[in-house]
């Protein structure tokens, strides 16, 4: 069992928070964190403290603990299945953005879908979707942008994956009902009667047939698949919070450790 740190280190860690040098308080963050439920008190304690510098660490560190703990959170629920493909869409967006904003998420989902027909077939969908002009254009395939649904919601262009994960989510909503499917290396949608929505070919509509190969993507496909290209697009822009966020989650998730990653992003 971890012994508790002594009060003298708490006050000496507490002290160090309001060091004018960044790297010193950044470390004192760090061992605060390392406090479990102590953290929390401490933050009770000193979130309104009249010292103006100290109020503003603390409401950082309250900032850090809760998106750590979110992380922890949606990790755990991959694990047990507890967690739907959307709500998992959104806290990939929010470990990779932690300053997204849920509710302009949910009134932009909301505004979309006051406007889905009353009578939904898949070729509706489809048009449906077109006319929202929700689009991929194959430039710059690692966009971050493109794997983000708050900016695929704002912008109404993404990948693949993600125009198909809105419009499954808006079937839902509309009693229209597809999987999303790996169909000659592009994300698609297709419904029970073998109808495939392509939308990186413009919502195009096909019938296939039983002989066609498909792969099912699984929602843990779906996220790993999002997270691995978000991974890929940190690296290429140098992010290396962004990196090791997201490079924790996917090891996670893959039953591993960020540090046990070739170096030089592990050890």
């Not at 069992?1 to 309001?18: F, G, S, V, W, Y």
């Not at 403290?49 to 949606?74: C, D, M």
Request: glycine share 4%; proline share 3%; aromatic share 8%.
């Amino acid at each position: 069992m971890k012994a508790k740190p002594h009060k003298r280190t708490i006050d000496a860690l507490i002290n160090l928070l309001e060091d004018e040098d960044r790297h010193v308080s950044t470390m004192a963050m760090e061992q605060l964190l390392l406090l479990d439920s102590d953290v929390d008190r401490l933050i009770a304690e000193l979130q309104e403290s009249h010292n103006p510098v100290l109020r503003n660490r603390i409401h950082q560190l309250g900032k850090i603990l809760k998106f750590r703990r979110a992380r922890e959170v949606f990790i755990n629920s991959v694990h047990e299945s507890n967690i739907s493909l959307w709500d998992g869409i959104i806290q990939i967006n929010y470990q990779y953005n932690p300053q997204m904003n849920f509710s302009d998420v949910d009134t932009m989902t909301e505004e979309v879908a006051e406007r889905l027909p009353r009578r939904i077939t898949t070729v509706r969908m489809a048009t449906f979707m077109r006319n929202e002009n929700f689009s991929f254009t194959g430039e710059d395939i690692l966009g971050t942008d493109l794997f983000l649904i708050e900016d695929v919601l704002r912008q109404r262009v993404g990948s693949p994956i993600l125009l198909s994960v809105v419009a499954r989510y808006l079937g839902e909503i509309a009693n229209w009902n597809a999987s999303i499917v790996l169909f000659k290396g592009k994300h698609c949608l297709i419904d029970s009667d073998f109808h495939l929505v392509e939308p990186s070919e413009g919502w195009r509509v096909t019938r296939l047939t039983r002989d066609d190969k498909l792969h099912p993507c699984a929602d843990r496909d779906i996220w790993l698949t999002i997270l691995g290209q978000l991974f890929l697009s940190a690296l290429l822009e140098g992010r290396l919070q962004t990196i090791h966020r997201v490079g924790s989650i996917l090891s996670k998730l893959c039953d591993g450790e960020f540090r046990d990653l070739p170096f030089p992003l592990g050890r």
